[in-house]
């Protein structure tokens, strides 16, 4: 049995090691281009969609931030889906149509975010799509930014780099803040290996004609935006990530909210990993990369979780019998022979695991400019980042594969 537990410990720590080693490797070898994107083409008509279902509170402000883009207003048009909201929604979007000439109001019952955005695919003229949450914030050059990747034929959507709004709330807010940066750092890795698999909802721009031959945005799938971009992936199709196009997005809050975005996602995730089984590990990066990427890393956060969960109960569990024991017969709860200074191989592997995510995840938050300078708060807000919430978010895979089985996919 203790050989058992030894193999599995040392298997869970070498892929840890070996996929942070293999982001590391890539930060240093792309260090020089990670925030550099091809020159844009203005030359495209872009189309903007912003789904919206009772968005009253963030709407006009998105619409005003999109208009803000610094793009030729000629070549561009925005599309809001009204996706049956009861609020004010519809209202506050009429009110604009008067401001701007390049607005138009697509209203429709509700059917969710995939058939809003397929509906509005049908009304737009643009060469390219831009899809932007109804509360999230593009950047003035966000979008100019991304158009110089499809001058590339084989590029179908490119995505941004997502930084939180409202940070300074609460915990929810400066943890999730420092996820995005990271989250967002490592798919750029990706990028420089065509292997951006997921085409974020606040911000990501399209090839239209290439959604539109692929059969467009999932109705079926929980997560849209992870759905559409491996189907992209799957018929061939590139995809990228720019790192200096910046969209800022509102989070989560309260742990109601947050652990039900982050369970949609994991089953957005085992949806597009079972609709997809077919191409594992067949020809391509997308599948012989991309699904055991995405396999590996559940894996390891549900493995991980587990394996800790054992040796942590166990002791636990072995030190209560042991002191009732002991109390019974009298004996010294406390032995000076238990003292082991030498430290195990667990200990040792872990260390190096810690340390160099630390390192990493100093280097990433110092290069985004999300801190100037490191204070002792925000070190341990890092700290907390790396050893409670990364460490409890396995429990989310828990309530996902529970949510799955029971084919409950409400969002």
């Known amino acids: 049995m203790v050989e058992f537990v030894t193999s599995v410990y040392l298997g869970l720590m070498f892929i840890s090691i070996y996929m942070m080693s293999f982001f590391i490797i890539l930060t240093v070898k792309n260090r020089k281009r990670l925030f550099s994107y091809p020159k844009p083409n203005l030359g495209y008509n872009i189309s903007v969609i912003v789904p919206a279902f009772n968005e009253e509170e963030s709407i006009e402000e998105t619409i005003r931030n999109v208009m803000a883009c610094d793009y030729p207003m000629n070549n561009f048009q925005v599309i809001v889906v009204n996706d049956g909201s009861t609020d004010k929604t519809k209202e506050i979007v009429g009110r604009l149509l008067k401001k701007y000439s390049n607005l138009e109001l697509l209203n429709k019952k509700n059917s969710g975010k995939a058939d809003s955005l397929n509906q509005a695919i ?79 909802g606040p911000l990501s721009l399209y090839r239209k004609d290439y959604v539109v031959k692929v059969g467009g945005f999932d109705k079926d799938s929980i997560t849209e935006d992870i759905d559409i971009t491996w189907n992209l992936l799957s018929k061939g199709y590139k995809t990228g990530m720019c790192l200096d196009a910046r969209v800022s997005t509102v989070v989560p809050t309260t742990f109601k909210k947050w652990f039900r975005q982050r369970v949609r996602w994991g089953i957005g995730g085992i949806q597009a990993l079972k609709k997809y089984k077919h191409k594992f590990l067949r020809r391509g990066l997308f599948g012989r990369f991309v699904m055991p990427f995405v396999f590996l890393s559940i894996f390891l956060s549900i493995g991980g979780f587990a394996f800790s969960s054992y040796i942590l109960g166990k002791a636990f569990l072995t030190r209560i019998l042991t002191t009732g024991y ?66 409890f978010y396995p429990i989310i895979w828990y309530a996902t594969f529970y949510r799955y089985l029971k084919k409950d996919f409400r969002w």
Do not use: C
């Not at 001058?151 to 959507?157: G, H, L, P, S």
């Not at 872990?350 to 110092?366: D, G, P, Q």
């Open 326 to 391: 002991s109390i019974a017969s009298n004996i010294s709860l406390f032995h000076m022979q238990e003292i082991n200074l030498i430290p195990s191989v667990m200990i040792f592997y872990f260390i190096i695991l810690f340390f160099s995510s630390l390192i990493y995840y100093r280097y990433v938050l110092t290069k985004t400019k999300f801190y100037n300078r490191i204070t002792f708060g925000r070190f341990l807000n890092l700290i907390f980042y790396m050893l409670v919430f990364l460490a």
């Open 122 to 200: 049908k009304i737009a003229n643009g060469d390219l799509i831009a899809v932007t949450d109804a509360d999230s914030f593009p950047s003035k050059e966000s979008l100019k930014k991304l158009t110089g990747y499809f001058d590339d034929k084989k590029v179908a959507a490119v995505t941004s780099f997502v930084s939180v709004r409202n940070k300074e709330g609460n915990l929810y807010g400066k943890v999730q803040a420092l996820e995005y940066m990271i989250m967002g750092w490592n798919r750029k890795l990706l990028d420089f290996i065509d292997s951006v698999y997921v085409t974020n």
